[in-house]
């Protein structure tokens, strides 16, 4: 069976034979929907990439020079690579410090 379509009416077109336009302006509240939803879009995308970047990894520790002569005297000490004014220490157990 065939779907049924109502008639059109006459009294939907206005005195040129056109269809009116249904054109509502855009209101102060509508702009702030668009850029509250525009910021919280950013926001989430800025979230996901940070998680995904790793940039929650944590800092290496940080020793005093003494404290490196005493583990270096006790060989703790895997290698030690200079960058600068920063020392790099690689321990036998893995960890890194600064």
């Not at 069976?1 to 054109?23: H, L, T, V, Y």
């Not at 979230?47 to 404290?67: F, R, V």
Request: without cysteine; hydrophobic residues 40%.
């Amino acid at each position: 069976m065939a779907p049924i379509i109502p008639p059109r009416k006459d009294s939907e077109k206005n005195q040129n034979g056109k269809k009116p336009q249904n054109k509502k302006p855009k209101t102060l509240w509508q702009f702030a929907g668009n850029v509250g939803a525009t910021f919280l879009i950013f926001f989430a995308v800025l979230a996901i990439y940070s998680l995904i970047s790793g940039a929650n990894t944590p800092a290496p520790q940080t020793i005093s020079i003494s404290a490196l002569a005493q583990d270096i005297s006790a060989g703790k000490v895997k290698s030690v690579l200079v960058n600068g004014d920063d020392l790099n220490v690689t321990y036998v157990d893995g960890t890194n410090k600064v």
